[in-house]
């Protein structure tokens, strides 16, 4: 059996009491999947790429959020100017006395929702708490790792505030279009959807909007869809049993033969062949 690669803590925290560091990602290049025997949470700031984490493949762009556990395999493939930060930490360090798996979904071990979306109105105050955990971690007086225990408290406490579900229309209204986009597209994946609509129902002018979604992600409208849709089928395909017209109809193709030919283009392979691929494996 082929081994993979595991990233260890001697390499990534100063000392073997540190609790938090930061791992910045400027930009994230291509990275082989790997596991390892820390904690990570994965905020993006810029940019595309193709996350893949434990076989499932998520198309990430600003403002993505992913809670990693230790034992979960992720990589990153097909990446376009992305920019991100990994905060890594160890469970077992923390003192605080706090109930962090009420606060960080996964350290219970439970079925749990690692993929979220921040909200853009939370980004400067996460940003503003990750550079603190990375002056901190610079330290080395008595008071540093508390510093950075209470910081990444209120990392915690904040990410909780402004996340939303991917495909959930975000609870406060101060969100911005793009913020809104995004969730109405994820949320469109078996339907068709119009952008002239979506621009009539906000009140926003379509080509400006098409134009702020290109700088902010790196792709137009139309293939961040079109790239939500593939990622999709790519699940459906590898963890279930639906005919490929189904998975078709599922990701919001009307003709299975058009969507075999969009497949076969973005993944260099058809759908049956990436099904079969995973029945070997």
């Known amino acids: 059996m082929t081994s993979h690669l595991v990233l260890r803590k001697a390499d990534f925290f100063a000392s073997a009491t540190q609790p938090v560091a930061v791992a910045d990602r400027y930009p994230q290049n291509v990275f082989a999947e790997h596991t390892h ?14 996350h893949v984490l ?51 979904p996964g350290l219970d071990k439970k079925p749990f929702q690692p993929y979220w979306r921040l909200g853009s109105t939370g980004m400067n105050p996460v940003r503003q708490i990750i550079t603190q955990i990375e002056q901190e971690s610079r330290k080395a007086d008595d008071f540093s790792v508390a510093m950075m225990e209470t910081l990444f408290a209120q990392l915690a406490l904040t990410l909780n505030r402004h996340r939303y579900a991917v495909d959930s229309v975000p609870v406060t209204s101060s969100e911005t279009l793009l913020d809104k986009l995004i969730t109405a597209l994820a949320g469109n994946l078996e339907r068709t959807f119009a952008l002239e609509q979506f621009c009539q ?4 002018n379509e080509r400006t909007l098409r134009q702020q979604f290109r700088q902010q992600t790196g792709m137009t409208v139309n293939h961040y869809l079109r790239q939500l849709r593939i990622c999709h089928a790519q699940y459906l395909l590898r963890h279930t049993d639906y005919l490929i017209s189904e998975v078709a109809t599922r990701c919001g193709f009307e003709d299975s033969n058009y969507f075999s030919v969009v497949f076969t283009r973005e993944m260099g392979m058809t759908p049956s062949q990436c099904r079969q691929r995973n029945v070997a494996a």
């Open 54 to 104: 434990n076989d499932r493949p998520y198309r990430i762009t600003c403002g993505d959020l992913f809670y990693i556990r230790a034992e979960d395999r992720h990589s990153y493939t097909s990446v376009n100017d992305l920019v991100l930060q990994n905060v890594i930490y160890c469970p077992e360090r923390l003192q605080l006395d706090l109930d962090w798996k009420a606060l960080i």
């Open 201 to 204: 129902q906000n009140q926003c």
């Open 37 to 50: 025997d820390f904690c990570e949470l994965v905020l993006v700031w810029r940019g595309n790429g193709l």
